[in-house]
């Protein structure tokens, strides 16, 4: 995990967010949270993720997204060498 990011302030955020119970709730406080573009980037990072473990190359993702080949390597990074964090979601989400 990054130390730069382990802060109160991040802990606060995140207990916040792990107290949500719908998908309406989330986008309410979502809404509020970010700006359209930082949720549309959030989410477009996601899609990127899942189209990278689906095995689509960075045209089709560039292409179905309009995700940067700079932002396609960035998450293919954080896939290959980061925290698992995308893979224990994608595990939880098949369940």
Not at 14 to 28: H, K, M, W
């Amino acid at each position: 995990m990054n130390k730069k990011i382990k802060t109160e302030a991040v802990d606060s955020l995140f207990d916040a967010i792990l107290c949500l119970e719908n998908r309406e709730e989330c986008y309410s406080f979502f809404e509020d949270l970010c700006t359209v573009n930082e949720l549309l980037s959030l989410s477009q990072r996601f899609e990127v993720a899942t189209m990278l473990k689906c095995h689509k190359t960075y045209l089709e993702i560039a292409e179905k997204t309009g995700a940067s080949t700079a932002t396609i390597s960035r998450v293919n990074r954080s896939l290959n060498y980061g925290n698992d964090g995308y893979e224990m979601v994608f595990d939880r989400m098949k369940n």
